[in-house]
């Protein structure tokens, strides 16, 4: 079975998934328990809120969370059903490209440039 | 007075030397309903009685050799030790999914048992050979238990849609149960060899935990639970 190299990444990519996971549950259990502390939440409130520093980083790992999450798990899939090699390669650039997009909007979004 | 009664069979055919496609074949077979009969008797009864071309794979008859793991209904199972009585009059029998078929209901198992080999099923240790043998604890013997017992028949891993999608990477459940097996075996010094060499992102970690290999097995193995302690046996490394 020559096509195994010996290589830990699935290991890594297991723990990666259970951490990211956790870490995207607790986070918006933080922001449910925000909306539900404060009855009368608007524009402003949210507004100082993620102008927050720590805010906008912890807000910043959710999305590389969900991110990399993501990947993880679209290349199981694409290693599971997709048996063409041009489609694998051409769904993994498409999913890569969609990634690296969010990823760049997301700094975007909780940054705020102009 | 005998009470007789008919079987419906709907069986795979596959000879490749003759037949161009695969096909079902119906048999009807009368059986008398106090005789206990098992699947594996209606088979033999249907190669006497009514056709001789029709192949399968069996030796033990009860259970012990695995030879027999076919499937009955969509579901594996061991035809020895599955009674007619347990199954509905019309009964659909198909070899193994997932491997390449021979012919009938004879599948080409080479590449379960390339996954079973890679595991290194067989003691490890490099201590200075004892005297006599190498002792374990009651406890410690007890963590072979729900192991040991596997016979190899490849319902469970034939089961695993993970194995029908990787079955060149992916060692399956029967497969792992053993690596498990070695795993917490006191007597061998190689676990973390045995961890490093399953932790790619195939050889144990694309078990989804899909669980059918718990559903089918009829020695009622648990194999993913065997499988959840790999993976936790890895967390504990460094
Ligand atoms: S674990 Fe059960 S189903 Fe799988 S090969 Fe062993 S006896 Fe057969
Ligand atoms: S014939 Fe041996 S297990 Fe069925």
Same mark, same amino acid.
């Given at each position: 079975?020559?096509?195994?190299?010996?290589?830990?990444?699935?290991?890594?990519?297991?723990?990666?998934?259970?951490?990211?996971?956790i870490?995207?549950? +607790?986070?918006?259990?933080? /922001? =449910? $328990?925000?909306?539900?502390?404060n009855?009368? @939440?608007?524009?402003?409130? *949210?507004?100082?809120?993620?102008? +927050?520093?720590?805010?906008? /980083? =912890? $807000?910043?790992?959710f999305i590389?969370?969900? @991110?990399?999450?993501?990947? *993880?798990?679209?290349?199981?899939?694409?290693t599971?059903?997709?048996?063409?090699?041009?489609?694998?390669?051409?769904?993994?650039?498409?999913?890569?490209?969609?990634?690296?997009?969010?990823?760049?909007?997301?700094?975007?979004?909780?940054?705020?440039?102009? | 007075?005998?009470?007789?009664?008919?079987?419906?069979?709907?069986?795979?055919?596959?000879?490749?030397?003759?037949?161009?496609?695969?096909?079902?074949?119906?048999?009807?077979?009368?059986?008398?309903?106090?005789?206990?009969?098992?699947?594996?008797?209606?088979?033999?009864?249907?190669?006497?009685?009514?056709?001789?071309?029709?192949?399968?794979?069996?030796?033990?008859?009860?259970?012990?050799?695995?030879?027999d793991a076919?499937?009955?209904?969509?579901?594996?199972?061991?035809?020895c030790?599955?009674p007619?009585?347990?199954?509905?009059?019309?009964?659909?029998?198909?070899?193994?999914p997932?491997?390449?078929?021979v012919?009938?209901?004879?599948?080409?198992?080479?590449?379960?048992?390339?996954?079973?080999?890679?595991?290194?099923?067989?003691?490890?240790?490099?201590?200075?050979?004892?005297?006599?043998e190498?002792?374990?604890?009651?406890?410690?013997?007890?963590?072979?238990?729900?192991?040991?017992?596997?016979?190899?028949?490849?319902?469970?891993?034939?089961?695993?849609?993970?194995f029908?999608?990787?079955?060149?990477?992916?060692?399956?459940?029967?497969?792992?149960?053993?690596?498990n097996r070695?795993?917490?075996?006191s007597?061998?010094?190689?676990?973390?060899?045995?961890?490093?060499?399953?932790?790619?992102?195939?050889?144990?970690?694309?078990?989804?935990?899909?669980?059918?290999?718990?559903?089918?097995?009829?020695?009622k193995?648990?194999?993913?639970?065997?499988?959840?302690?790999?993976?936790?046996?890895?967390?504990?490394?460094?």
């Amino acid at each position: 079975m020559g096509s195994i190299v010996k290589s830990n990444r699935g290991y890594i990519e297991f723990v990666i998934q259970r951490l990211s996971a956790i870490y995207m549950a +607790l986070y918006v259990l933080a /922001i =449910l $328990t925000v909306i539900f502390i404060n009855k009368d @939440l608007d524009f402003e409130i *949210i507004q100082d809120l993620f102008s +927050l520093m720590p805010v906008r /980083i =912890l $807000t910043f790992f959710f999305i590389v969370s969900i @991110l990399s999450h993501g990947w *993880i798990g679209m290349w199981i899939i694409a290693t599971d059903y997709i048996n063409n090699a041009f489609l694998r390669n051409l769904y993994f650039v498409l999913v890569m490209g969609m990634i690296l997009f969010y990823l760049v909007w997301s700094i975007e979004v909780i940054w705020g440039f102009e | 007075m005998a009470k007789v009664n008919k079987l419906e069979f709907s069986i795979y055919r596959y000879n490749p030397d003759d037949d161009k496609s695969v096909y079902m074949q119906d048999y009807t077979l009368e059986f008398d309903i106090e005789q206990n009969l098992m699947l594996l008797g209606a088979l033999e009864r249907i190669k006497d009685e009514l056709d001789p071309t029709l192949s399968f794979r069996r030796s033990c008859r009860e259970g012990v050799c695995g030879s027999d793991a076919m499937n009955i209904n969509g579901k594996n199972g061991l035809a020895c030790i599955t009674p007619i009585s347990s199954l509905p009059r019309k009964i659909a029998i198909r070899p193994l999914p997932g491997l390449p078929v021979v012919r009938d209901l004879v599948v080409d198992l080479e590449i379960f048992y390339k996954q079973y080999a890679r595991v290194k099923p067989y003691l490890i240790n490099r201590q200075p050979t004892p005297k006599k043998e190498r002792l374990q604890s009651p406890e410690d013997r007890k963590k072979l238990n729900g192991h040991y017992e596997c016979i190899l028949c490849g319902a469970c891993t034939t089961a695993c849609p993970s194995f029908w999608w990787n079955p060149d990477k992916f060692v399956g459940p029967a497969g792992l149960l053993q690596a498990n097996r070695f795993i917490v075996d006191s007597r061998d010094d190689a676990e973390l060899e045995r961890l490093q060499d399953l932790q790619d992102p195939f050889s144990v970690f694309r078990c989804r935990t899909i669980m059918n290999c718990v559903e089918v097995c009829p020695k009622k193995l648990n194999p993913t639970k065997a499988i959840n302690n790999i993976k936790k046996e890895m967390l504990k490394i460094k």
